[in-house]
């Protein structure tokens, strides 16, 4: 059975995500679709089948929420360090080409959000990452194309 990588904070986003569908969700798709059976004819009743519809939905997205957290390696980076990039390190970049310096957080596929500058241990960019020092020059193949950056920094801490 494969383990994945998360953080504490990764973990316990998708163990609140799961309680609220399981407490809040859950009930209020079942009464929709009780209320929805009343309207009568279930094969004309697009209320009925939407509920239905989105119902599925919930307990698709709770059977793979159940799934990744009992398979979850919680890794906590507050008891890391080194000098090589690892999961769970924040890392700051800086593009050789156009001189733009970024930091991204590398983290589990699920927790990955790059608009808050987390990328998924599995991306190209922390692939390329991991293992390298500060001061390295790393390629990156993208879809957009090879770019390169410098490690400038390597921070451990929780977000």
């Given amino acids: 059975m494969d383990r994945y990588p998360m953080t504490p904070e990764g973990h316990e986003a998708l163990t609140h ?3 609220h569908l399981t407490s809040v969700e859950r009930p209020r798709i079942s009464k929709e679709i009780g209320v929805a059976r009343e309207h009568g004819d279930l094969r004309e009743n697009a209320e009925y089948h939407a509920a239905k519809e989105k119902q599925g939905q919930i307990e698709a997205r ?6 990744m957290l009992s398979r979850a390696e919680v890794i906590d980076p507050t008891h890391l360090d080194g000098a090589k990039v690892k999961f769970g390190a924040w890392v700051k970049l800086e593009d ?6 970024k930091t991204y957080r590398i983290v589990g596929a699920e927790e990955a959000d790059v608009s808050q500058g987390k990328i998924s241990v599995t ?3 922390a692939r390329a990452l991991i293992n390298h020092e500060v001061g390295d020059e790393v390629k990156v193949e993208a879809p957009a194309g090879t770019r390169v950056y410098e490690i400038t920094d390597i921070i451990w801490k929780s977000a």
């Fill in 17 to 19: 995500e799961l309680k």
């Fill in 96 to 101: 050789i080409e156009s001189g733009d310096a």
């Fill in 62 to 67: 709770i059977a793979h929420l159940e799934g």
């Fill in 123 to 125: 991306s190209p960019v």
